[in-house]
Every structure is written in C-alpha cells, then in structure tokens.
C-alpha cells in the first residue's frame, strides 16, 4: 500500500513538473506586435513631370476601417491620385488590367481610384489615363531602393525605441492594441508607424527608412 502511495505521488510531481515547464513556456512567449498591424502601405509608385502627377500606393487595410484598437480581417488594394493641369470632365485610368473611371476630389483638386489588388511586385507601372477620350501612357517607379526596410522592420524598430509603450499594451502575450505602418516619400524613404490603443489614442513614430532610427515621436487622437 505504502510503495502504491508512493508510486503515485512521483507519477503525479512528474505530471505537475511537466505542466510547469508548458506553463513557463507559454508565459515566456515572445509577441509577435507585426500580427497586429491594421493598415500597411508596403510601396509607392509615382510619376511627376511640370504638369502630371500620378501616384500609386499598395496597401493592406482592415474592413472596416476604424481607429479603435482593434485588427479586422485586412484586404490588399491599391490607391491612385492624379493631378493634372486643368481638370476633365470623365478621366480614366488603366494599370495591370485594372481599369475604371476615377472621382474628383475638390479640396484636394485631384482623382482618386481604388481597387482590390495584391500589392505590385514590380519595379515601375504603365499607367494609362483617359481625359475625355483623350489618352496618354505614364511610366510610374517605385520610390523603394536597395537597403530600404520593410514595413514589419519598421514595426520592431518602433517597438525597440520604446518597449515600455508595447509591453504596458500587451496582456498575457496578448497586444491590446492595432498598427499602422504606412511607407513614406520625401526625397528618400521613411515610415510612419501609429500604435492605436482601445481609447482611440495614438502614438506616432517618424522612422528612417534604411536605418530604422525614430526621428520623431508624437501623440494623436484617433
């Protein structure tokens, strides 16, 4: 009887040392903040000459869209803008088989048109406009270069810079939160990084695209 107790209480401290190690591991475990991202703008096309500018962006948004902390099922598109010098009456646009006629933004004074489409794993687009029947093909590049991170590098390099903000959000390896990371372009390449938390509130970081150091931080309202 005694050598059955016995028996049985190392089976049992074996189970529970078992159960232990799983339940350390599962504590131990790293988050992954890139699963959270909510809107990633991952590449940039653009034309410019002293009269035309048209610009393309490859983006991966939830649906809805809405800034309240929480990640919806996301969807790829892409973004047209153009601007031109004196504004049609009907102006369409043609890129990879995509085709449709685009709508006027007044205090922007340009067109915009958006479709479902994975992102464009190339280095330029054909981009063909028709204003009122009239039309004209553009050769839009990518602003991307050799050495330029991507948008979930971006991401880590945000959470490196301040780690306290990620791990005050994040419960039990569970990030209470959502993230944008939209590549920018002024004569080089940078992101934009926004961590929105449940309360609508936004804190915003400036990254240098090669690199990865935050350039400037800000707080928003959603």
């Known amino acids: 009887m005694k050598k ?17 190690v799983f339940a350390g591991a599962g504590c131990s475990k790293k988050t992954d903040y890139t699963d959270y991202i909510s809107e990633k703008r991952s590449d940039i096309f653009v034309y410019e000459d002293d009269t035309v500018n048209v610009t393309v ?64 794993e190339k280095k330029s687009l054909e981009i063909t406009l028709t204003a009122d029947g009239e039309s004209n093909v553009y050769n839009a590049l990518t602003v991307k270069y050799a050495g330029v991170m991507s948008c979930e590098d971006a991401v880590l390099c945000a959470v490196e810079h301040d780690g306290a903000l990620f791990e005050n959000l994040t419960v039990n390896g569970i990030f209470d939160g959502e993230i944008y990371v939209r590549l920018l372009y002024d ?29 400037a931080t800000k707080q928003l309202d959603g």
Do not use: W
């Open 4 to 20: 059955s107790f016995a028996a049985a209480f190392c089976l049992c401290a074996a189970i529970c040392s078992v159960c232990a």
């Open 57 to 120: 962006y490859c983006t991966e948004k939830e649906q809805p869209y809405a800034a309240d902390g929480i990640k919806s099922e996301m969807n790829s598109m892409a973004e047209i803008f153009v601007s031109l010098p004196k504004n049609p009456q009907e102006l369409c646009v043609s890129v990879e088989g995509f085709e449709g006629e685009m709508n006027y933004q007044s205090v922007e004074n340009r067109y915009y048109l958006s479709f479902s489409a994975p992102a464009f």
């Open 187 to 215: 004569e080089g390449c940078y992101y934009y990084v926004g961590v929105c938390d449940k309360q609508k509130h936004i804190t915003a970081y400036l990254i240098d695209g090669e690199h990865g150091k935050v350039i």
